[in-house]
């Protein structure tokens, strides 16, 4: 849907008819059919939900699957309570779940219960990385340039490296 998103330039829009009841609503292939996704790293799924409808929890799902059409091994991940009408920003904790996630193919929205006559969209599906305490995450910055200006025109800063030799500090 180029008119109704949250990221880039549009969302994804799934049209639920009246006679859908449960299974999956749709599903993306996010690898080749030769490759998967490792996010066995990951901590959690965070993504953008609206449903034109007000939803219990557990209506929907978030189901990360090791086949590229949202089947086979899966994880479903419940989507809380949805408000109609309302984009809400949902991260589910992926701790404590059965599934590896280290061959994940597809990312699909399921109804686990019949959500009735709705359009759902959903946008900026992201992860999570796992922080190690025993290989720390770098740094963001790897560099830094700084542009310097004296009052003094064309006299130059001194960047040598200073050091304490009289402890007394700098």
Request: proline letters at 2%; one cysteine or more.
């Amino acid at each position: 849907d180029t008119t109704d998103y949250i990221e880039d330039s549009a969302s994804a829009e799934m049209d639920i008819a009246d006679g859908f009841t449960t299974g999956i609503v749709a599903y993306e292939d996010i690898t080749s059919s030769t490759y998967s996704l490792d996010l066995s790293g990951c901590t959690s799924v965070t993504f953008w939900i609206k449903s034109s409808g007000t939803h219990i929890a557990g209506v929907f799902q978030m189901r990360l699957s090791e086949a590229d059409d949202g089947t086979g091994t899966t994880e479903n991940l419940t989507v809380p309570a949805l408000t109609a009408d309302t984009w809400q920003k949902v991260t589910v904790d992926l701790s404590g779940t059965t599934t590896s996630y280290d061959a994940v193919k597809s990312v699909a929205l399921y109804a686990a219960s019949d959500p009735g006559a709705v359009v759902v969209n959903v946008d900026a599906v992201e992860t999570q990385p796992v922080l190690s305490t025993s290989n720390p995450m770098k740094a963001y910055a790897d560099s830094l340039v700084l542009t310097i200006a004296t009052d003094v025109g064309g006299q130059q800063v001194d960047f040598s490296t200073m050091t304490d030799a009289d402890s007394e500090g700098l």
